[in-house]
């Protein structure tokens, strides 16, 4: 496979280098600088007409062209290193948190604290929350303007949850008191008896595999700031009473039949399974408006059980990025370009809406909607990507939101918990290595023991032994020492 | 030298018609091998592949930091010696058996159904092996054992079993039909001759058939020993649903490339993991090519 990859590759670099060369001598003649702007999408190529739109208006204002490059998920975890070493044409792109140190260790990021001059707009616009943009003293990018805090609840199909004759209000779920769990268990119980035929509880997320819910995961979450981040002492969170708490639940709910037995083998995601019929309840984390796009993405309507505080940390902040990339021919132009980003109303709404009066109209109540005669199945261009775009709260919202939707978002951050280690983040370079062992370790066991597949107190032992002998300690001590150094900066 | 010359001007059509296949060889095979070097490097894009600094044979101590290479070794290794071992005793023996019906139209039916599985891919496989181990409505789970149910997917007792078999039955096809090719070649009056003297089937296939076949297994014997520190990245990965309670018999030096590649430093150690992988495979033809040749020097590939 890998000599495939770099075969691949290698005809990549040569091809790049000749038509980057052919093209760079073509922009040498013409004036306007043409930024190539990588996007996350929900599709690709289907752009050409959008990016004809966005040309007219990047003229306008900047004097640039643009051009689109959207990248779907699978581009992006399996060809996207590799499009970026063979130095194909890219001047901006969004980066995803857990590829920071492959990506830097290749170099393939540009310091933007170089150009600060250029980026007024985006300090303007993110304020404080542009810190967690610093790995050490490199400003890798910047964060995309959204809700921050990623607190996890369990969606009720509301059928079900209304005929067994529950109330939101019977539900008061806490980590500070494990046994409050418990209503939940009693409610699955409840289901699976009066629904034999269903799976009260299924999908791909559970308690323990969304560490950055429960503690600052500081990254990597080998070595994390427990309860909310409310601590500055680093600890191992996979040896604490939380995840023995949360795996026994799990471990409860798997053999009383409360999850399907596959649940720690399949991937899919709990969402898809409500919408397949024969699934109860899911996993999930939210932010505000979450029950509209549960009830899109499964078709039903639901009830959402919070079990979890609201925290803000620099991993759930800075889990996308948008950064210049080194291979910029010109990385004052594409920092401006980044700079205005953030601030056009216009260009989120056509990433995100495609061709006005094509793809969208803004209707009377000055929400976006289709226009007359298409439809989601019709539509060319529709990412409705707009949490991951640079600057979700100036876009037009779409048709059926609540009015002050973008005041609900903001609210929905304010009384969020900031964990104490807020705008650190983890330069893991000097633990590479250790790193990359320990996620070996963990993707061994964390589907069995955190769904509840593996006896729990033989299940973590196992994980933790072999956690500290792929050098957890190392990876600990220095999260440590970092975090020091920064608390004795601020 | 004249006769040199006249030699080569009898065989221009054959080297032209080589021609194309070697521009594709040392387009695709050969260039691409100077990539070799990123093994020997910690690879930083702005100073390209062979400006990035050296950084000796760390990539390889990666490889041999992990705790679990002694593991992944023993399964890549020991995995492929039972694969060649069962796929060429099965493919042979159905060889053998296929051969030996006369009726034509039967003979085809049982050819292509055994060649069916070899070109479906590992995801669909993965499902059909899923729809039997599943533990919520897997079929194994609720007939057979329906008073006992085996956590399948959790439990590694059974998987070095399950994946030689999946791997027989997806491979087995191919083998049969060189080894039929092979039997067909035979000429049948040996076999009538040997009836006369009163040779049995069993017979006939011990001192007939198999001699015969000898050079085809030995052929497909180095091919696959060639191959013997690759491993099937899909019948390792997809198959045990990447389930990890299996990994202590489900990883190869494949699926540990795989999961590694994407932490820091993932071009240059999968290229020193490659490069490993044909260093070893090239030294393991040339021996089993020695030893073929020792036995038996009209056996031996060159």
């Known amino acids: 496979m890998w000599k495939k990859a770099l075969s691949i590759t290698l005809v990549l670099v040569m091809a790049t280098t000749l038509m980057a060369g052919v093209m760079s001598t073509a922009f040498a003649q013409e004036e306007p600088y043409t930024v190539y702007f990588a996007y996350h999408a929900p599709k690709e190529g289907n752009q050409a007409a959008l990016n004809e739109v966005m040309n007219e208006l990047t003229m306008r204002e900047l004097n640039m062209k643009v051009e689109l490059i959207p990248i779907g998920w699978d581009t992006y975890n399996q060809k996207y290193p590799a499009m970026l070493a063979a130095q194909q044409p890219l001047d901006i792109s969004f980066v995803f948190s857990f590829s920071f140190a492959s990506f830097l260790d290749a170099g393939f990021i540009v310091d933007a604290s170089d ?257 007359e005669g298409v439809t989601t199945q019709t539509v060319n261009y529709h990412s409705d990507f707009g949490f991951i775009y640079p600057n979700q709260f100036l876009m037009t919202p779409w048709a059926g939101s609540p009015a002050d939707i973008w005041e609900a978002y903001r609210e929905f951050d304010e009384d969020a918990i900031a964990s104490k280690a807020f705008g650190f983040s983890f330069d893991a370079v000097n633990v590479a290595n250790e790193v990359a062992q320990c996620s070996a370790v963990l993707s061994k066991y964390q589907a069995d023991i955190f769904f509840g597949a593996v006896d729990t107190e033989t299940g973590l032992a196992s994980l933790n032994a072999e956690l500290y002998d792929a050098g957890l300690q190392t990876i600990m001590d220095e999260k440590q020492r970092q975090l020091d150094a920064w608390l004795a900066k601020q | ?15 032209l018609m080589m021609l194309p296949c070697a521009i594709y060889l040392i387009v695709n095979n050969y260039i691409p091998m100077t990539g070799i070097v990123a093994a020997f490097k910690s690879f930083k894009v702005t100073e390209g592949i062979w400006g990035s600094p050296s950084v000796g044979l760390k990539n390889f101590e990666y490889l041999f930091s992990s705790r679990d290479i002694g593991i992944i070794i023993r399964n890549t290794l020991l995995y492929n010696v039972v694969f060649i071992i069962v796929n060429n005793a099965v493919g042979i023996m159905l060889a053998i058996l296929i051969s030996d019906v006369h009726n034509k139209s039967l003979k ?32 194994i789970n609720n007939s057979i054992l329906i008073d006992n149910p085996v956590q399948w997917y959790n439990d590694p007792t059974w998987w070095p079993v399950i994946l030689v078999f999946v791997n027989c039955w997806k491979g087995v096809g191919y083998s049969t ?32 058939t198999l001699p015969l076949l000898a050079p085809s297994i030995i052929t497909l014997f180095l091919l696959s020993i060639s191959r013997i520190f690759y491993s099937d990245f899909g019948l390792f990965y997809l198959i045990p649903q990447n389930s990890g309670s299996l990994y202590n018999v489900t990883s190869t030096i494949d699926t540990y490339v795989y999961r590694s590649l994407m932490a820091p430093g993932g071009i240059g150690r999968s290229a020193a993991t490659g490069l490993l992988q044909a260093a070893v495979g090239f030294v393991l033809v040339i021996v089993a090519n020695g030893v073929v040749r020792k036995v038996d020097a009209s056996n031996a590939m060159f």
């Open chain 1, 115 to 371: 150009y600060v001059e250029y980026t007024p707009d985006i300090f303007e616009v993110l304020g404080d929350d542009a810190q967690v943009g610093y790995i050490g003293d490199m400003l890798v990018g910047f964060p995309v303007m959204n809700t921050r805090a990623a607190p996890s609840a369990i969606f009720v199909r509301k059928d079900i949850f209304d005929a067994l004759g529950y109330k939101e209000s019977d539900f008061n779920v806490t980590t500070d008191d494990y046994a409050s769990f418990g209503q939940i268990t009693e409610m699955l119980g409840r289901i699976k008896e009066a629904y034999p035929d269903m799976v009260p509880f299924d999908g791909h997320r559970i308690f323990a595999e969304n560490s950055f819910t429960w503690v600052d995961a500081m990254s990597d979450g080998f070595g994390v700031l427990e309860n909310y981040g409310q601590t500055t002492t680093v600890t191992n969170w996979y040896e604490s009473e939380q995840i023995k708490q949360f795996s026994l639940l799990a471990r409860e709910w798997f053999e009383k039949g409360y999850t399907s037995k596959d649940i720690a083998v399949t991937q899919e995601l709990g969402q898809g399974k409500m919408k397949a019929g024969n699934c109860a309840a899911f996993f999930a984390s939210y932010t505000a408006n979450a029950l509209t796009s549960v009830k899109s993405q499964t078709g039903y309507d639901c009830v959402m059980i919070p079990v979890s505080a609201k925290m803000k940390s620099t991993t759930s902040v800075n889990a996308v990025l948008n950064c210049v990339m080194q291979q910029s021919k010109d990385k004052v132009k594409a920092f401006q370009f980044l700079n205005w980003c953030y601030t056009s109303k216009e260009f989120n709404d056509l990433l995100n809406w495609g061709v006005p009066g094509v793809d969208w109209v803004v209707n009377d109540d000055g929400q976006a909607d289709y226009p």
């Open chain 2, 177 to 208: 039909l060189i080894y039929m090719a092979g039997i067909s070649a035979i000429d049948r009056s040996l076999y009538e001759a040997a009836a006369i003297d009163g040779a049995g089937k069993t017979k006939q296939i011990f001192r007939i």
């Open chain 2, 108 to 139: 085809k039916l049982y050819q292509s159904s055994i060649l069916l599985p070899f070109t479906l891919s590992m995801v669909i496989i993965s499902y059909l092996v899923f729809a039997f181990l599943s533990q919520q409505n897997g079929m």
């Open chain 2, 1 to 15: 030298m004249g006769i040199g010359r006249r030699r080569l001007k009898q065989y221009i059509p054959l080297y």
